[in-house]
C-alpha cells in the first residue's frame, strides 16, 4: 500500500466518524452509532490502514473472500462481522472466524451457527435480519414472525442474541427513510419490555445514514464513504 492510499483511508475514516457525530447531535442523540468499516471487495492493505489508525469493526459478506483477509490480518486486534447473506454450507466457516452474525433469518441457520462454534471462541453474537420493507428480494425474517424466531433463538448455546438488523427499501429523503427504522426500532423496545435483553440495532449505510441514526441505530455500516468506489473484482490481498 502505498502511503497516499493510507492517507486517504485514515482521512476518509476520521471524516465519517466527525459526520456521525453531528449527525447524532443533531438528533439529540447522546451516544453516537459505532462504526462499521464495510471492507468486503476491499484489499486487506485497506484493512490495516484503518485498523492503524484505530478502527477495530470491519464487515464482510463473502466468505472465501473474508477468510483469506481474517487470517492475513490475525496478528492485529480486529473484530470481524459478518453481515451478507448466510447460506447453510457457510456456517462453518462463519461460526469459526467471525465474532458477529448480523444476518440470521432462520433457525436452521441459528441453529448450525450455535452447533459449529468453537468452544474456545467466545459466544458468537447475533441479530436477527428483518425484511422491513417487505421486499422479496431481500433475506430477512417477516416482522409479524420475529418473535416466533427470537423465541427458537435466544436459548441456543454458544450465541448470544444482541438485537435486530435490516435494509430498508430505497427511498428519496429522509423523511422518507425514517418509518422503516422507527419499526425496527418500535420492534427492539417491545421485545426489551418482554424481558429479551437486546442492545443493538444494525441499521444505516452510506444512502440513509441520517434517518438510521435520528431513529436509534446503534451499528451503522459504511463502506464506500471510507475506502472509495467499491471494487468490481475479487483480488483483494495486496
Not at 108 to 128: E, G, T, Y
Not at 150 to 168: E, H, T
Not at 194 to 203: H, Q
Request: proline share 4%; charged share 25%; glycine share 6%.
Amino acid at each position: 500500500m502505498t502511503e497516499e492510499r493510507s492517507t486517504e483511508v485514515t482521512n476518509r475514516l476520521r471524516e465519517i466518524r466527525e459526520e456521525i457525530a453531528v449527525i447524532a447531535a443533531r438528533h439529540r442523540r447522546e451516544v453516537p452509532p459505532d462504526l462499521i468499516a464495510v471492507s468486503k471487495t476491499f484489499p486487506a492493505s485497506d484493512i490495516l490502514a484503518a485498523a492503524m489508525a484505530g478502527h477495530r469493526r470491519f464487515g464482510e459478506s463473502y466468505v472465501q473472500e473474508a477468510i483469506q483477509k481474517i487470517r492475513q490480518l490475525s496478528d492485529y486486534d480486529i473484530e470481524w462481522h459478518f453481515i451478507g447473506p448466510l447460506q447453510s454450507n457457510k456456517t462453518r466457516a462463519v461460526a469459526s472466524h467471525f465474532a458477529w452474525v448480523h444476518s440470521v433469518d432462520r433457525v436452521a441457520i441459528a441453529q448450525r451457527l450455535s452447533d459449529q462454534r468453537p468452544h474456545f471462541l467466545a459466544d458468537l453474537q447475533v441479530c436477527l435480519q428483518v425484511n422491513i420493507s417487505r421486499e422479496p428480494s431481500k433475506s430477512g425474517v417477516d416482522l409479524s414472525e420475529l418473535d416466533e424466531l427470537i423465541d427458537q433463538v435466544a436459548g441456543l448455546p454458544r450465541l448470544q442474541l444482541r438485537g435486530l438488523m435490516a435494509i430498508p427499501a430505497r427511498s428519496a429523503n429522509v423523511a422518507g427513510q425514517r418509518p422503516a427504522f422507527r419499526a425496527l426500532h418500535d420492534a427492539l423496545v417491545r421485545l426489551q419490555k418482554r424481558g429479551i435483553p437486546l442492545d443493538t440495532l444494525s441499521m444505516g449505510m452510506s444512502d440513509d445514514l441520517e434517518a438510521a441514526i435520528a431513529e436509534g441505530s446503534t451499528l451503522v455500516r459504511l463502506g464506500t464513504a471510507i475506502f472509495g468506489s467499491r471494487r468490481d473484482d475479487r483480488h483483494v490481498l495486496g
